[in-house]
């Protein structure tokens, strides 16, 4: 039966919903054949994207998990070179701790009274519990930061290790400038001491040990060079220098360098020309003749042996002492003679009495000083003496 028909044949309200079911039927035959002929080719769309969402998952995967590789190498790196700078630290500080030691005991060797050198508190071991009255060069936050590195955060234990770099750097520059200044103090000692030697007439040169020939451009200590070898090399010249110090000061301590008589002796006669008392001609005076009461004590001027005490002529009674290295003193016209051949005296020892034995007018000293056995001015050693007895008092 035709459509208009059976159309007409319905009532009017069922139209459009007949219409519309045909509609649907349409679409849903459409959408069939759709599927039917382009199934394939769907499906294989679909799966593409599928594909394409897993791959870009599995890409952001791959490269966060780069991303955490990179930051547990770039930690484990800072730990590991935090934990080798520390390493490093301790080791230096263990270092200046040796050079601390080495300074103290060239300070005792330079002043009388011990002086600080920067020295670093010995890290405590396992029985050993820190000195009250030694500081530690660490902080606390130093120290912890050194002994908990794995606990701390690499901020932090940056922090504390460049404050302990730049201490120790602080103690490494104050220990050279304490070494540079130890061994200028020793070098101005040598300087004064030759000049003191000098001014008697002597060559320092008579006082040195034989040693193999040394020399080359003075270069003055710079404490800015002293580390590692610089700090050992510069640590030995001075040692050195100590030594030749108190080498010279033992020298200088065997020159007649002492007074004969105490207190500020008159000269009556000095060395040299001069008229013959007896003679009254010119004649070479050997001595000084110290104006003395009779019976005053004659005293060693230096430490010696004495190789002559008897009467000797014109000396009247007289006292020769050997002090070493050519060295003579001679003590003529005592009264009494209060020593004996071989026998050793201490500078300030009485050797005898004032008197006016032998060629004398009245009662005096008369003193020499002799050189390889020639008579050499005695006033040289008695102003060396009184200079250095100056110097000892400023």
Known sequence: MPVSKISSRLPPRATPWLAAGLALALLWALGA????VFHDEVLAGFVARQAALRDAY????AELRDHIDRDRRDQAGTETGLADRVAAALERQAELERRAAAL?????????????????????????????DEP????????ESARTLPRRSALDVETGLIRLEARLEGLQAAQGERLAGLAARAGDEV???????????????RFDAPSAGVGGPLVPLDSRVLDGAGFEASLALARRTLADGERLRRTTAGLPLG?????????????????????????LHTGLDLKADYGEPAR?????????????????????IDHGHGLTTRFGHLARIAVYPGQRVAAGDTIGSVGSTGRSTGAHLHYETRIDGVPVDPQRFLIAGATRAQQYAD
């Open 33 to 36: 054949t759709y599927l039917i």
């Open 104 to 132: 103290a005991e060239l300070t005792r060797q330079t002043l009388p009274d011990p002086i600080a050198t920067g020295a670093l508190a010995p890290r405590p071991g396992p029985n050993r519990a820190p000195v009250d």
């Open 300 to 320: 060693a001027t230096a430490p010696g042996r004495v190789i002559a005490a008897e009467a000797a002529g014109g000396y009247g009674n007289m006292v020769e």
């Open 191 to 205: 300087r004064r001491l030759h000049g003191l030697i000098r001014r008697t007439g002597l060559d320092p040169a």
């Open 259 to 283: 007074r004969p008589i105490r207190g500020a002796a008159t000269v009556s006669s000095p060395f040299g020309t001069r008229l013959d008392p007896f003679t009254r001609g010119l004649a």
């Open 58 to 61: 599995e890409a952001q995967l």
């Open 136 to 143: 530690d060069l660490r902080t606390d936050d130093e120290a």
